[in-house]
């Protein structure tokens, strides 16, 4: 299986190559490596209302981005590591890859164990088990792919108040997020970095990593995903039928009686100043950055 890395921290543009790598089957089975930006990442049917802390993720520069695989949510930051094994059609195996991991980190006297979801958890200094990976899964008519997170040495604190909500609907269609107790690799290896992540894998599966150049970002099907990533009708318009407390109904980001988007603008006579600006901050300054390669 050959190992490959990517250079950027944007998530928009990794998970625009792990979409091209799953739609090309471009030398599959590979196992992709990438680390993100500090961001938020939904499942593909999540609500980002009812699972991230909306006013938190602006006011310290934490993406919002959501996923084309299922699942709950999760925070990515510089100490995360990213995972995708992608492999043909019909050949991906879930507790495989689990396993494959715990017995590359058993030969680095790191010993993890496979929970029933297939993450992988991490025992504490009390000898209480922890989750340390979380994963998701996609499959297409031609390949498939298990991807997942990895936490080195994330900022837990940041990861807990940003998955926190921004308001509780009266009911919701959405898939919500399974919350577990995490722990970061360093807490328990000190001086453990990302890298000797990578490395310690890609040893255990006799290859060594290949950094990816950015001529992959000029291909029409990596461009297609991204710019499908970053647009509204996406990362919010594809949120399921939610009703508010006040009996307003939302689907795919419309206001069922009105037509009208589930935003600022439309909601500043429905809802009270406060409630305005917690479930409608200001993400312009992603939308602008998101656009930077790096």
Known sequence: MKVLTSPFLNPFINLALEDYFLRSQDDLPILFFYVNR?????????NPWLETNLSYLVNN???????????????????????????PSGTIDRTKHAELLKEAFKKADIHLTISPRNDLWLNDLAGIPKKISGSA???????????????????LNKLEESLKHTLVPKSSKSISSVRSKVI?????????????????VSHYLNTIPIELTGEYLSHPLVQDSFNQLIHWD?????????????????????????GKKFDRDSMR????????????????????????IF
Request: aromatic letters at 12%; hydrophobic letters at 35%.
């Open 38 to 46: 500090p961001c938020v990442v939904l499942g593909r049917f999540q």
């Open 61 to 87: 520069d934490i993406w919002l981005v959501r996923r084309q695989s299922g699942g709950g949510c999760v925070f990515h930051d510089e100490g995360n590591l990213n995972f995708s094994f992608i492999t």
């Open 137 to 155: 899964y996609k499959q297409t008519k031609d390949a498939s792919f298990h991807h997942g997170t990895f936490l080195v040495s994330s900022d």
């Open 184 to 200: 970061s690799l360093q807490e328990i290896h000190p001086g453990v970095e990302i890298k000797d992540v990578i490395d310690l």
């Open 234 to 258: 996406w990362l919010w318009g594809e949120t399921p039928l939610f009703e508010l407390q006040n009996g307003l109904e939302v689907r795919k980001g419309i206001i069922q009686s009105t």
């Open 269 to 292: 006579n429905e809802l009270d100043q406060a409630d305005v600006e917690r479930f409608f901050p200001d993400f312009s300054e992603q939308h602008r950055s998101s656009n930077q």
